[in-house]
């Protein structure tokens, strides 16, 4: 299957990137020469030009071509891209159909998608817009100093990364299907491990933990994060029912970070310099809410954080346009008393440098937006697609159980899937129509209907689709 992607920045080389890995026929296209140079070193083929071009287009194969993704930085460029694709690839004698996927920040015609109205007047299939992800990730990641990354699969299914800690004496030297004996109230799935310069594998009942280990674990619900850290090493804080919440910048990302909070219940402060951005928020949707203050102020300046009590507050998240300006702002409400502190980064590569700074969480925009496109590629699974941070080359895929799938009907250990495969969740429509999510035990019986979430290594998904039936 040939997917063409419009845009060689850091978001379209990644997505390439991971399709290569699965075997796609990928092509990527840009018309800046030094993002077509950084390309070069992928296995694709590389087109240097314009994706609003059609003869460029058709050079790149958009006649044969599944999939187009727009993923520059310009919702304009983007959204053209995506009409002129679909009207390329239908004025050949293409024998299927064409799926757009355009990444947009305007809310605007984020509206028009959810309205269903952009499909009609720009042929844009899904759109990708990682900001409500990233949120969520950011707020979820908050919870612990020790977490490495955290990735939600909807409905309560988290799968938290962290490395195994020298206080890891009960779960290391011990194989998993030892530990999962001894765990009165039951061991979290580990469903990926990477050890140093050893390749990342799906840990089966025979694999032994050793401190240093990177794992990914499979995690229900927010609470359950501090079990999981206590007994692969860590220490924890535990975070208060009603946090304090410092916001700087009254952004539109700011402005959404605060309502998450409010949401979860939290009393926020939103510190913004610019007078009318701050006007903005306090005429917003969200304008009066009692549990929110909003304060006109500069972010460096340590009278006015002392004015608002800013070592009162449990977390300080930054939600300003500039990563370096980001980084500058939560480092000082850290060194002024904050515990807890999370940004969101364009740059991928400050990801880890703000974590050697004590940062505590900060989330890579790039990868949620890489994961979104994913999932709306491999549009014949039911849910989430998700590629592992810290253990490479490890995916989370979401499958229906069907009546295709010989196993409806059967419980896990009678369905005998394989090691290479790690059941992770397990998700059910209750009879009020939202889904309950459980953790997989060998006499679980999967119904029709099901929904599951395993991981596997990349190479491997094709083998797991066949045993759905996808």
Partial sequence: MRIIIGGAGRVGIELARALRDEEYDVVIMDQDSRAVSN?????????????????????????????FVAATPSDEHNLIACSLASHAHSSGESKHP???????????????????NLKAWSKVDYVVNP???????????????????????GDDAYVIELEIGETAHTATNRTLAELTED?????????????????SIIPTGETTLEKGDKIAVATIGLESFNPALIMFGHEITYFPEVP?????????????MAEEWLNFGG????????????????GSRIGAHPMLEI????????????????????VAVSALDNDHENIAAVLLASDMGVSRTGLMLYDADLVKVTQRMGISFAVDRRRVA????????????????????????????????TEKAKFAGKTVGEAQFPDFLKLAFIKRQNLSGTWDTTKPTDDHLLLENDLVILFCHHDKISDAEKRFRV
């Fill in 131 to 153: 900001l409500a992800g990233a949120i969520e990730r950011l707020n979820a990641g908050l919870r612990s100093t020790d977490i490495e990354e955290v990735i939600p699969f």
């Fill in 39 to 67: 390309a070069q070193g992928l296995d694709c083929l590389v087109i240097h030009g314009d994706m609003t071009s059609r003869e460029k287009l058709i050079e790149a194969g958009i006649v044969e071509a599944s999939v």
């Fill in 370 to 401: 890489v994961d979104n496109m994913l999932t709306h590629i491999h549009d014949k699974l039911s849910g989430h697609f998700a590629l592992l941070s810290g253990i490479p080359n490890i995916v989370g895929m979401t499958f229906e159980v």
């Fill in 244 to 256: 304090k919440v410092a916001v700087i910048g009254a952004t539109a990302i700011g402005t959404k």
């Fill in 98 to 116: 064409i799926t757009s996927i355009c990444r947009l920040r305007n809310p605007d015609y984020i509206n028009e998608y959810k309205s269903g």
């Fill in 295 to 314: 304060i006109h102020g500069d972010h460096l300046d340590r009278e006015i954080l002392t004015e608002i009590g800013i070592e009162t507050h449990d």
């Fill in 267 to 282: 009393r926020v402060t939103v510190l913004e310099r610019d007078l009318s951005l701050a006007n903005e928020i306090a």
């Fill in 183 to 199: 765990m009165v109230h039951g061991m979290p799935a580990v469903v990926g491990l990477k050890r140093n310069s050893v390749r």
